[in-house]
C-alpha cells in the first residue's frame, strides 16, 4: 500500500528503448503513452512532475546490430538515438529529458553505483563455466546464443529468455546451443564475474511487494513478482564480458562491462541528473526524498528488473527511494502476429507519422482504447479505422463542429448570454463538472482505457444535448433558449478542450485555438471544470471552425495491410534462402533412425502453449504420446485419423511436463506451409514402412 499520501513531487520513469532499431506501436502501447498521460495529467493538475528516459545504448542488442550491419556500436546508437528521440517530440511524448547511456554523466553514474556496493560487499565474486565461440574468439553473452528451450521446447529460444514460453533461462540451460555469431557449436570456457545475490533481499522483497503492495499493484505485476519471489531468488550477474558497455570499475574488471540490466535502470538516475543541471534544480529530492512518488512505466518483459533487481540495488546502495507503483502493460500484437523488429513485422512510429500526417491523436487514442493492461491486445488497421471514423471524427469531432459552426451563424462567434436554465441544462452543466474526478479517479490507478473512454463519454455527453435540445429547429421559435443552449454546448466544449489534453494533446490545443482560450484569460485548469459555474463567458469570442478529424478511408487501410502482406512475404521467402545446411552426417547415422508409418488417434492442444498439440500416435509397436508445435497449422479435429511418418527411436523429452516419446515428421510446401510428410498410400497398417530409415528424402521439422 502506498505510503505517500500527498507526494510533494513525481518522478516518472518510461522504460528506455533500445538504440538497435525504432520505436513502433508496441513500445508505445505498453509504455510511452500511457507514461505520457500521466506526466501531462499531473502537470495539469500543478504538480511537480521529472519524466525521464532516455537511449539503451549498450548489452548486446547494440552488439549484435553493429555485427549484423558492419559498423561500430556508436554507429549504429548515434542512427537510432536521433531517430527515436525525434519521433518521440513530433508524436508529443512530453518527456522533460531525454538522455543516453552513452553519456558520460551515465557512466559516471552506473560506475559509481558499482564501486559503492562493491566497497561495501554487496556483491560475491564466482567463477563459472560460460559458452564460448572458439571461432569468434569471445564469451557469448545471453543474446549472442540461440537453442532449443529446456522447459517448452521452442527452437529459438535465447540465452536468457524464452520468447515461447517467457521463462528465464542461463545459455548454459539451452539444448543444442549455437553461436548467434558464427553459427558454430559453442564450447564452454572458465570465467569470472561479480554477482548480485538476490537471495539476501528475499525477505525485504516480500515484505515491500507481496505485504506493502498487495492491493495497489496491477494483478500481473504482483503475480509475476510473487511467482519469483516465491520460487527462491538467486545471486544475479552484474558484468559480462563484453567489449561495449560501460567498463568496470574495479580491479580484475579489465574486459569486462556492467551488465545492461545493472546499466539500464540508473538510467533513470543520470537522467534526472541531466535535466536538474539544466534546469538550475537539485536533482537529489526526486530520487532521495521520501515525500517523492516513483512511478516506473515498463512492458511486461521488464517487470523482474525494475520490480525486483532494481530495487534490490537501490536497497543495497541506502540513499535512495522505491518505486511507488509499476504500472506493467503486457504485449500489443499487430493483426494476429507478435510484433518483432527482426522480422519488420511492425506500425513503426517514424513511418506513421510520414503516412498519417498530423494524425498522431489518432494513434495515441488507439492505442489507449486498445491498451493491453491486463492482457495481450491486438492491433489491427481496420480497429484504428474505426476507432477514427466511429468515435473522433462521429462523436468528439462531429460535437466540437456543430458547437462552433451553429455559434458562429446565430452569434459572429460570440458567447451568447444565457437566460433560465431548464432542469436538463443544469443537470448537464452539473454532469461536465463531475468529469475531472472520474478521470483523474481512473488516472491515479493507472486505468489509461477507461479514462480515454470516459473523456469520449464526455463527448457523447454534449451530442446527446445537442441532438436533444436541436437547437437548429427552436431557433425558428425561441431565440432566448437557443442562447441557454449554446452557451451550455460551449461549457462542455470548453471542458473538453482542458480534459482531453493528456490524451489527445494536438487536438486540445487546436481546440484551444478555436475557442480562444489559449494563453488568455479565460484559459480553464483541469480542477477550475469542476469548481467554476461559468467556462466560457459571455460576450467571449471563438474563432471559425476547423475538422479536429478527418475520415480515414479504405485505400488507405488497404495501403498498410498490403504493406504486412509484403512484409510476411519477404520473410517467408527470406527463410527459405537464409537455411542453412545442417551438419554432415554419416550414412551409419541415417540409419539409426527408425521411422514408422503411424496413426494418430488422439490431439489436444497443450493447456498454455500456442504452438503444441500433444498427440497420441498408434506406431504399430504401441499407442505413444507424442508433443507436436504444429498447432498453429492444425486443429486437433483436422489431423484425427491422419496417416503420419514418426520417428520412434528419438530419446524421450518433457516438455512442458509432458513426455514426448518420438517426432511426426514435418515440411514445408512451396507456399510455406507445414505439411505432413505422408505415408506410402498402399501402406495401411501402422507401423509398416521405413523401419531402416529410409524416408523418400523427408525433412524432419
Not at 106 to 135: N, P, R, V
Not at 318 to 338: H, Q, R, S, W
Not at 405 to 411: D, G, S
Request: with cysteine; proline share 5%; hydrophobic share 35%.
Amino acid at each position: 500500500m502506498s505510503t505517500t499520501i500527498a507526494p510533494k513531487r513525481y518522478t516518472i520513469t518510461a522504460a528506455l528503448p533500445y538504440t538497435n532499431g525504432p520505436i513502433h506501436i508496441g513500445h508505445l502501447a505498453g509504455v510511452y503513452v500511457p507514461a505520457d498521460i500521466y506526466a501531462r495529467y499531473l502537470r495539469l493538475t500543478g504538480k511537480d512532475v521529472a519524466f525521464v528516459c532516455g537511449s539503451d545504448e549498450h548489452g548486446v542488442a547494440i552488439s549484435m546490430k553493429a555485427k549484423k550491419e558492419g559498423v561500430t556500436p556508436k554507429e549504429v546508437i548515434d542512427k537510432y538515438h536521433g531517430m527515436i528521440k525525434t519521433s518521440f517530440e513530433d508524436f508529443g511524448i512530453t518527456f522533460d529529458n531525454y538522455s543516453r547511456t552513452s553519456a558520460a554523466v551515465h557512466h559516471d553514474t552506473a560506475s559509481g553505483f558499482f564501486k559503492k556496493l562493491y566497497e561495501q560487499g554487496d556483491f560475491i565474486e564466482e567463477t563459472t563455466a560460460q559458452l564460448y565461440d572458439e571461432e569468434a574468439k569471445q564469451f557469448l553473452a545471453d543474446r549472442f546464443v540461440i537453442g532449443t528451450c529446456p522447459k517448452c521446447g521452442n527452437e529459438e529460444a535465447y540465452g536468457d529468455q524464452c520468447e515461447n514460453c517467457g521463462s528465464s533461462l542461463n545459455a548454459t540451460d539451452l539444448i543444442n546451443p549455437k553461436s548467434t555469431i558464427t553459427g558454430s557449436v559453442p564450447s564452454t570456457k572458465e570465467t569470472t564475474h561479480w554477482f548480485l545475490p538476490l537471495d539476501r533481499y528475499e525477505d525485504f522483497l516480500r515484505d515491500w511487494i507481496l505485504k506493502g503492495h498487495k492491493d495497489d499493484w496491477k494483478p500481473n505485476v504482483y503475480g509475476q513478482c510473487k511467482s519469483w519471489i516465491d520460487s527462491g531468488l538467486e545471486p544475479r550477474a552484474v558484468t559480462r564480458d563484453l567489449d561495449w558497455g560501460i567498463p568496470v570499475p574495479v580491479k580484475g574488471g579489465e574486459g569486462k562491462v556492467l551488465y545492461v540490466w545493472f546499466d539500464a535502470p540508473i538510467g533513470y538516475i543520470s537522467s534526472t541528473k541531466e535535466w536538474a543541471e539544466r534546469e538550475n534544480k537539485d536533482w537529489e529530492p526526486y530520487w532521495k526524498d521520501k515525500d517523492t512518488k516513483l512511478v516506473h512505466f515498463i512492458g511486461k518483459d521488464n517487470i523482474v528488473f525494475h520490480c525486483i533487481i532494481f530495487p534490490s540495488i537501490l536497497k543495497a546502495h541506502g540513499d535512495y527511494i522505491l518505486p511507488e507503483n509499476v504500472p506493467a502493460n503486457e504485449f500489443l500484437n499487430l493483426e494476429g502476429n507478435k510484433l518483432s523488429t527482426s522480422k519488420n513485422w511492425a506500425v513503426w512510429l517514424h513511418e506513421y507519422l510520414e503516412d498519417f500526417s498530423g494524425m498522431q491523436d489518432v494513434l495515441r487514442y488507439t492505442l489507449t482504447a486498445n491498451a493491453p493492461e491486463t492482457k495481450d491486445n491486438d492491433f489491427t488497421w481496420k480497429d484504428f479505422q474505426a476507432r477514427n471514423n466511429n468515435e473522433l471524427v462521429a462523436i468528439f469531432g462531429n460535437f466540437i463542429n456543430r458547437v462552433v459552426v451553429l455559434t458562429n451563424k446565430y452569434y459572429d462567434g460570440v458567447i451568447p448570454n444565457p437566460s433560465d436554465f431548464t432542469s436538463v441544462d443544469s443537470e448537464t452543466l452539473d454532469e461536465l463538472k463531475k468529469y475531472p474526478e472520474i478521470i483523474s479517479s481512473s488516472l491515479e490507478r493507472y486505468r489509461f482505457r477507461e479514462a480515454g473512454q470516459e473523456l469520449m463519454n464526455l463527448a457523447r455527453l454534449g451530442n446527446k444535448y445537442l441532438a436533444d435540445a436541436e437547437p437548429w429547429k427552436v431557433i425558428k421559435e425561441d431565440e432566448e433558449r437557443v442562447k441557454t443552449i449554446m452557451f451550455v454546448a460551449l461549457q462542455i466544449a470548453s471542458g473538453l478542450a482542458v480534459l482531453s489534453e493528456p490524451f489527445l494533446p494536438f487536438t486540445s490545443d487546436k481546440l484551444k485555438s478555436i475557442l480562444g482560450v489559449r494563453s488568455s484569460a479565460v484559459e480553464t485548469s483541469w480542477n477550475e471544470v469542476s469548481s467554476k459555474d461559468i467556462l466560457l463567458p459571455p460576450g467571449h469570442k471563438i474563432g471559425q471552425s476547423e475538422l479536429l478529424f478527418r475520415k480515414i478511408e479504405d485505400s488507405e487501410i488497404q495501403a498498410q495491410l498490403d504493406k504486412l502482406e509484403a512484409t510476411k512475404k519477404a520473410n517467408q521467402q527470406e527463410n527459405k534462402a537464409l537455411m542453412p545446411q545442417k551438419d554432415t552426417i554419416t550414412f551409419d547415422d541415417f540409419s539409426k533412425l527408425d521411422m514408422r508409418v503411424g496413426t494418430i488417434v488422439e490431439a489436444e492442444k497443450m493447456p498454455k502453449a500456442k504452438k503444441l498439440l500433444v498427440l497420441k500416435v498408434d506406431t504399430g509397436l504401441d499407442v505413444r504420446t507424442i508433443v507436436s508445435g504444429i498447432a498453429e497449422s492444425f486443429t486437433p479435429e483436422e489431423i484425427v485419423g491422419k496417416k503420419v511418418t514418426v520417428l520412434i527411436n528419438l530419446a524421450p523429452r518433457a516438455l512442458r511436463g509432458v513426455e514426448s516419446e518420438g517426432m511426426i515428421l514435418m515440411t514445408e510446401n512451396t507456399e510455406g506451409k507445414l505439411v505432413f510428410v505422408n505415408p506410402d498410400n498402399s501402406s495401411d497398417s501402422s507401423g509398416d514402412g521405413a523401419g531402416n530409415g529410409v524416408s523418400n528424402g523427408a525433412t524432419i521439422n
